[in-house]
């Protein structure tokens, strides 16, 4: 089955800076990967996802950029600012056709961002 | 429109005690999947249901771990003879369903502890 690890674990950045959150997976198969935020006590929520057919995506200061060829995928946070402080999930499913609605998760990364 | 919603928020039981956790998903989707969640860890997957096919238990670690759904609405996740281990944050998701990977909705979770 599909095995996705999450780097780091932990990652403090000063207000203003950039994050950056990798991922890698094992199976060739996955083309769909999504990223959730999960604020403390709250539930994770979609922040942004990409599939295979394109390398990167942007939504404001959030960018996700996957290379398939060597099964890793990343979330770059520009400008960080306090409310960005949360743990961030990546996730890779099949995207279509058997299995593809079982997504797995990576372990999380919690992210402070430093006022 | 309303989210999913899961009750209990909390559930504190003794070992040996059988607990039930329950989910509402947003109306008109087909697809709902529950998660465990231990403490800083991710989100492993449980099981899956979509519309009146066969679920996709694959993900249940034991057989005290059994879950229903009626039709295509309230989802309950069942723990027989509850143990330490099982204590952590049941996170119930709903999605579009059909072919191919979608956004996945996630409930506010039930933290169940075991004593």
């Known amino acids: 089955g599909e095995n996705v690890e999450q780097h780091p674990s932990t990652l403090s950045v000063q207000e203003g800076d950039s994050a950056v959150i990798k991922c890698t997976y094992s199976?060739?198969?996955?083309?769909?990967f999504p990223w959730y935020k999960q604020e403390l006590g709250k539930r994770p929520q979609l922040i942004i996802d990409i599939r295979s057919n394109v390398g990167e995506k942007k939504d404001q200061r959030i960018a996700v950029t996957l290379n398939k060829t060597a099964k890793h995928f990343s979330l770059h946070i520009t400008e960080t600012q306090p409310e960005d402080s949360a743990v961030y999930f990546c996730a890779a499913s099949r995207g279509s056709g058997a299995g593809s609605y079982q997504l797995t998760f990576g372990k999380g990364t919690k992210l402070s961002v430093i006022p | 429109g309303a989210g999913v919603s899961q009750s209990p928020s909390n559930k504190v039981t003794e070992k040996g005690k059988d607990v039930e956790l329950r989910c509402d998903p947003i109306?008109?989707?087909?697809?709902l999947y529950w998660y465990r969640q231990r403490l800083g860890q991710g989100l492993e997957f449980l099981i899956y249901?979509?519309?009146?096919?066969?679920?996709?238990k694959s993900g249940l670690p034991s057989d005290r771990f059994s879950a229903e759904r009626t039709g295509e609405s309230v989802s309950t996740l069942t723990i027989q003879r509850t143990q330490q281990e099982d204590s952590a944050v049941y996170l119930c998701?709903?999605?579009?369903?059909?072919?191919?990977?979608?956004?996945?909705?996630f409930g506010p979770g039930t933290r169940l502890t075991v004593t």
């Open positions: 249901f979509q519309g009146n096919s066969a679920p996709d």
């Open positions: 199976d060739s198969a996955s083309n769909y």
């Open positions: 109306s008109g989707h087909t697809a």
């Open positions: 998701a709903s999605s579009l369903g059909g072919t191919g990977a979608r956004e996945q909705y």
